[in-house]
């Protein structure tokens, strides 16, 4: 974390809870999700920075640069160019830093921006954070609230599958976004294909629940 931090994709902190809650592979890349929460030391006090996950997707074919997408709030990340994009409303919430131009649009497929967009519309998730460098890519997703994703469910069985029905809305966002970068990494490895039938965009929407019985 610290080092991501000094990187531009996470806030600075002076603490870290880390929880490695998931680990494995996801279409065919190896994939870790993590549960964290930064502090930083204000004073007497420590104050919440950052509550959310950090999922790291390996490559196998590396990228030959390094592009970085914050939201607006963040500061410019070191040593990286402000990269032009020619949507205007994705300009107007993420920035887009990068050492190499031409594989930093590439990346930032209109799939890919997709996604982006749809987890910055004001709901349970800030706008994400992402990393594209070498053998991974790198997303840093804050919460809007203060609730763990991952802590166990209530002993009452109808509020246990309630919240694991939300836990699997909540993380087919966030594998919706991974699903769009790996069919960006399949485009430019050369013959690369994505298992079929292994992906969150490919499954049908779950019916909404009737609340009559």
Known sequence: ????????????????????????????????????????????????????????LAVDTP????????????????????VRLEDPRFASIYDVYGNDQVEARAVL????????????DGGDFFPPSCLVERDSITFAVAQTGTRLLFEPPSLQAHDAATQLQYLEGELALVFRLVD???AMHVAVKPGGTMPPGTSFSERPAAPPSDASH
């Not at 994939?31 to 004073?43: D, F, H």
């Not at 497929?109 to 910055?120: D, G, H, K, N």
């Open 1 to 56: 974390a610290a080092d991501l931090a000094a990187r531009g994709l996470l806030p600075r902190h002076d603490r870290a809870e880390i929880d490695d809650a998931i680990a494995g592979r996801y279409a065919g890349y190896e994939l870790r999700l993590s549960e964290i929460e930064l502090e930083r030391k204000s004073g007497k006090n420590n104050s919440t920075v950052f509550t959310g996950l950090l999922l790291v």
């Open 63 to 82: 990228f030959l640069g390094t592009t970085m997408v914050l939201d607006q709030s963040r500061p410019a990340p070191p040593g990286l160019m402000p």
């Open 109 to 120: 497929t209109p799939a890919v921006m997709e996604r982006l967009l749809s987890m910055a």
């Open 180 to 182: 769009a970068m790996i």
